[in-house]
């Protein structure tokens, strides 16, 4: 009954807020409101933020841009390689361009302020899948999966829950990417790059519009290919090769805009990806090789000591030998009508659709066998006898928002839902598994203009999931419930004079169970859905035309989140990873400073510090200490530096950035800290030509960025010092 009058409320609220939106759309204007302005754009120094149809979202907040400028000046091959340069996102990834689906210890993971809850926006709109089982991160998407990063006009990211239309679930903040529409004056581009390891990165883009202006379009494709790369060896001390790491993706995107007048407007999207990716599960561990070789390993293996077994990981050689790949693809559709423009906020209406495929082919059926079984006749039988998985991953929803001004209140609100679905065929073990869920979201949000220098944004949101819909080949299965959530927000930003700005925000968090929690679970624990809440505090300050600086701290507090535990297994009498409640603290700081010193030179430092503390509710430690009460922090970098110096005088242009990552744990990494150092140079040959270099890894430090806690360190070394050299040709 409670849940009853729950919904029947918001849903009234909502109703009610929409009628008013509608209702007012025809009312006198008013004067149009300033957004506020953001420290950091690309390179630049303290300068407006840029304007996006997107903007009206954020109410404060810890925000940064990449602009289309830093993306050509910096040649960021896509849009990981981006937004890991911005302080307090880290992407954690195995070394090499593959992910193998389902396992999170394979794939690649992003978080902002530590914190993996991130949501993925394409134009404001949510590409996840409530029922994916895509453990790489909470956000349950691939940044190598979602459009090239031709087709990136910018990015933009806000750390933290300061934007709560996007969700109860973004605790981590989002990452909202902005793809590019058409130019009035017709443009081709042509951009060829090739360089270490037999990388050749190819991109062709077109633009042009109506001889009216009121029709754009965009187009773009792309290829990105590469031989096995290298990565330097810690314990050797050399370079050597990453067996069984090439890959080919590529890519194509379409939008064309139609506006009709100022307040109406109709867009569509498409984005398409394809990647084969090969990949070894892990980098050999050489200095163990010989066990593998002289069968001790297999002996070990008999004798069931498993991963604990020195050495272990070297099993996988073979399923690089072999050559394991994964094949990912995606289609993405989005077609939108825009009814309203009041000051910059948007009402319309958006159907879309987002169909993602993921196939793994794993060669695995060597592992566990003597070299006197390593003949050609057993080698060749274990090839055709691969693991073969395919995944499939369909989202399709409805989007509807109403935004209009009144007076010194800005109201947006709006309704959400989506059908997902996700199916997967093990081809190998001849089982079939299918997933189905329905959500709906509603939110209210008014940015009220207090004084001309303080707002204040309360919000509210209605979550609603409904029941996992389980079917499979023992046949279906409802057990998982529905859930729902109202939350609420508050956000406030004020600004001190022209050259000091701060903000706060206070926000609940919700996120529901996934279909990987629930699949997951110990048998004698239920699951609770995970709940808490989320502070952030911050002060943006420009000392001078040529310095601006900017401090962020945010704190959440779970009173249960769902954590990823090594408990005692009693039917299998072992220990088994499982999925149970607990509770967090996270704690993250951001400092950043940039400094311009003339026409021609700047700098841009920056710190981030993140600390974490998970308490299992109802688990002990286990006796060595492999859980995740003691290992949250050793899994991550807990400081991380950056500095980045910025030249540009007549036709040169160039960038040289450090990263100092501290803090670390070395019984999963080879070392305590490392230092990654980075150039990226550019040449004017002409107004239509630019010459460019990029080279990554200059000083070729050995280092990781992802750890497991089931292998020794050095497990996933990222890739040893390398180049690009292109040019990009506007024709």
């Not at 453990?135 to 933009?156: D, P, Q, R, Y």
């Not at 790369?229 to 939008?255: I, P």
């Not at 065929?425 to 008014?446: A, C, N, P, V």
């Not at 072992?574 to 409640?581: L, V």
């Amino acid at each position: 009954m409670i849940k009853t009058e729950k919904f029947a409320i918001c849903l009234t609220t909502m109703v009610l807020a929409s009628a008013i939106g509608s209702g007012l759309a025809w009312a006198e204007d008013v004067p149009s409101y300033e957004l506020e302005e953001k420290v950091v754009i690309g390179d630049s120094v303290a300068e407006p933020e840029l304007e996006s149809k997107q903007a009206y979202y954020r109410t404060g907040g810890d925000v940064t841009i990449i602009d289309r400028q830093e993306i050509e000046d910096r040649h960021y091959a896509n849009i990981k390689e981006a937004v890991k340069r911005i302080p307090g996102v880290q992407v954690s990834g195995p070394g090499y361009h593959a992910h193998e689906y389902g396992y999170n210890s394979f794939s690649e993971q992003i978080s902002i302020n530590g914190d993996s809850s991130v949501i993925i926006l394409v134009d404001g709109k949510r590409i996840d899948n409530s029922v994916s089982s895509y453990v790489g991160n909470k956000s349950k998407t691939s940044l190598e999966m979602i459009t090239n990063i031709a087709n990136v006009e910018k990015i933009e990211v806000i750390k933290g829950a300061s934007a709560s239309i996007y969700g109860a679930d973004a605790t981590g903040g989002v990452i909202n990417i902005i793809t590019r529409k058409g130019t009035q004056q017709p443009e081709t581009t042509l951009d060829l790059a090739t360089g270490s390891w037999a990388r050749h990165n190819y991109a062709l883009t077109h633009s042009g519009a109506s001889q009216d202006g009121s029709l754009k379009y965009f187009f773009s494709f792309n290829r990105e290919q590469s031989g096995d790369t290298k990565y330097k060896d810690a314990e050797l001390g050399r370079v050597v090769r990453f067996l069984n790491t090439r890959y080919k993706d590529n890519g194509a995107s379409a939008r064309i805009d139609k506006e009709f007048d100022d307040n109406h407007a109709l867009s569509f999207s498409y984005s398409h990806t394809d990647s084969k990716a090969h990949y070894p599960i892990t980098a050999p561990e050489y200095s163990t090789l010989y066990r593998l070789f002289n069968d001790e390993l297999y002996q070990d293996y008999v004798n069931g000591l498993g991963s604990s077994s020195v050495g272990y990981r070297n099993w996988f050689l073979y399923d690089a030998l072999l050559g394991s790949y994964t094949r990912s693809q995606t289609n993405n559709y989005s077609v939108k009508y825009t009814f309203q423009n009041d000051s910059g906020m948007e009402s319309f209406v958006r159907l879309y659709e987002n169909r993602n495929r993921y196939h793994v082919n794993d060669y695995s059926g060597l592992f566990g066998r003597p070299q006197a079984d390593m003949t050609p006749e057993n080698i060749a039988a274990a090839k055709s006898d691969k693991y073969s998985a395919l995944t499939a991953e369909n989202a399709r929803g409805l989007d509807i928002q109403l935004a209009k001004k009144i007076d010194k209140h800005h109201f947006i609100t709006g309704w959400s839902y989506q059908e997902s679905e996700y199916e997967k065929i093990d081809k190998k073990r001849s089982t079939y598994t299918s997933r189905e869920r329905q959500s709906l979201y509603g939110w209210l949000q008014d940015k009220i203009e207090m004084t001309d220098q303080w707002t204040l944004t309360p919000s509210i949101r209605y979550n609603h999931y409904n029941s996992i819909d389980r079917r499979g080949s023992n046949g279906a299965d409802n057990s998982h419930p529905g859930e729902s959530q109202v939350t609420f927000g508050l956000n406030t930003n004020y600004r001190f004079g022209p050259s000091i700005n701060a903000y706060f925000s206070w926000n609940q968090v919700y996120r529901p169970l996934t279909n990987y929690d629930s699949d997951n679970q110990t048998s004698f624990e239920k699951l609770q859905a995970e709940k808490g809440k989320n502070w952030a505090v911050g002060l943006n300050k420009q000392f001078s035309a040529k310095t601006s600086a900017d401090i962020n701290y945010s704190l959440l507090d779970m009173s249960n989140a769902i954590a990823r535990y090594s408990v005692w297994d009693e039917a299998q009498e072992d220990w088994a990873t499982r999925s149970i409640n607990a509770t967090q603290k996270k704690k993250a700081l951001n400092l950043g400073i940039k400094h311009q010193f003339d026409a021609c030179w700047g700098i841009s430092a920056s710190y981030a510090y993140v600390w974490e503390d998970f308490h299992a509710k109802n688990w002990r430690n286990n006796p060595d200490d492999t859980n995740v009460d003691a290992m949250i922090n050793a899994f991550r970098p807990t400081q991380k530096y950056q500095v980045d110096i910025m030249y540009r005088k007549d036709k040169w242009s160039g960038t040289l950035f450090g990263e100092i990552y501290s803090g670390l744990n070395t019984r999963y990494y080879t070392n305590d800290r490392f230092f990654v150092l980075g150039l990226g140079a550019n040449y004017q040959l002409n107004p239509n030509a630019k010459l460019y270099l990029v080279i990554d890894n200059i000083t070729n430090t050995s280092y990781e960025t992802k750890i497991s806690s089931t292998y020794k360190y050095g497990a996933f070394p990222q890739p040893s010092r390398s180049f690009m050299a292109g040019v990009q040709y506007k024709l």
